[in-house]
Each structure stands twice: as structure tokens, then as C-alpha cells.
């Protein structure tokens, strides 16, 4: 397993630690948050067992104006897990405790192996997450046991999607959080961080 996969295996063990203390907890440590996100994480005062957003490609369908025409198509998305709300219920333990004891597949990172997880639980080919749309951007349901929320991009996203292919021109909205994903290691996050104006450490500013 490479270098990067075996620290993310550890950040699962981790987690799974602090959910059996009783905490709910947010992860990763990759995304600037730009409005309180909490707006979607929560509902009616509950909160899903796990909450985390779609990765779903860029809008495909020209001459659509909405986010949710222009993915009608695309009827199993992937879960990112670089931006994840869990809750500390058996439920959500269960699941966290099963997915570290699935099996290690060489070369992949926990994001790839999550999917990857879903789908065996699922039972298919595709993890099915075809999930009621409770709102325009917010998917909820429950799924194989678990309640889960799903966040469409317009709200969590990957920085590529806002700074190189402009969603919030199509979308109008400003994110909560963008995720500095598709990037390797440390070094490579802080300074894309620091470029848009993410990272206020002196060392960053100085660099």
C-alpha cells in the first residue's frame, strides 16, 4: 500500500475512535469553508448517520439552465468522503468498523475504496444512491441501513470545479466549502490553498 493510502487508513481507525467516545464528527481537513454549512447538514434538528457530497461531473446538457437537468442522466453518482459529516450511532459505527475491515486493494486511496465498499454492500454494480431529493441540492434517504444525506456540488465541490470550469457561473449560488481535491500531498493542497487565498499561516503568505 502506498505511502499517502496507508495514512488515510489510519485517519478511518482514528475516526472510528472518536465516534465510539460519542462524538459527531466532521472531516477531512482539505476544504475552506465559505458559509456556515450547517444549513445542510442538518434537518428538522436531526442529523443523518452520515452526510457527505456527490461527485458528479461537470454539466453535460447545453441549453438547460439548472444544475439537476443537466445531471438527470447521471443516476448513480460516487460519494466524496474529503468532506464528511458522521454521527456517532450504531449505525454509522457499524458501517466505519466494516468498511476498515474490507479488504485492501493495492494502489487505491479511501476515497476509492469507499466507493468501492458501497457498491459491494449494495450488492451491484453501482451503489444505487438514487436517494429522494429532499431540496434542489440535498439528496436524503435511507440506504442499506444507514441514513444518509448527500450534498450536490453547487454546495461542497472541488476547487477545480469553481476555479477552473466556473460553477458558480452557471449556478449562481456561492458554496459552502470547496474541497481541495485531485491534489497530492500536503505541500501541493497548502499552496493551491494559499493561490486562492485559503491559507493564512505567515510561512504561506511568505511563500
Not at 129 to 140: A, F, G, H, S, V
Request: with cysteine; proline share 4%.
Amino acid at each position: 500500500m502506498c505511502h499517502a493510502c496507508r495514512i488515510v487508513k489510519h485517519k478511518w481507525t482514528l475516526l472510528q475512535r472518536v465516534l465510539e467516545l460519542g462524538f459527531n464528527t466532521l472531516i477531512d481537513v482539505d476544504f475552506a469553508v465559505l458559509r456556515n454549512p450547517f444549513v445542510y447538514l442538518h434537518s428538522m434538528q436531526t442529523m443523518c448517520d452520515l452526510t457527505m457530497y456527490e461527485e458528479r461531473p461537470l454539466p453535460a446538457i447545453h441549453g438547460q439552465t439548472s444544475w439537476e437537468k443537466r445531471n438527470q442522466h447521471l443516476l448513480n453518482p460516487e460519494v466524496n468522503t474529503g468532506f464528511l459529516l458522521i454521527k456517532s450511532s450504531p449505525n454509522a459505527k457499524d458501517l466505519v468498523r466494516d468498511f476498515i475491515a474490507a479488504p485492501e486493494q493495492q494502489g487505491m486511496d479511501d476515497q476509492t475504496l469507499f466507493n468501492v465498499y458501497m457498491k459491494q454492500r449494495s450488492g451491484t454494480q453501482e451503489s444505487n444512491l438514487l436517494l429522494p431529493m429532499k431540496d434542489k441540492n440535498t439528496r436524503c434517504g435511507n440506504w442499506k441501513g444507514v441514513s444518509l444525506r448527500l450534498l450536490s456540488p453547487v454546495i461542497v465541490g472541488s476547487w477545480r470545479q469553481y476555479y477552473e470550469f466556473k460553477l458558480a457561473d452557471w449556478t449562481q449560488e456561492t458554496p459552502c466549502a470547496i474541497h481541495f481535491n485531485w491534489l497530492s500531498g500536503f505541500e501541493a493542497k497548502k499552496k493551491k490553498m494559499a493561490a486562492f487565498g485559503y491559507w493564512f499561516t505567515d510561512q504561506a503568505k511568505a511563500e
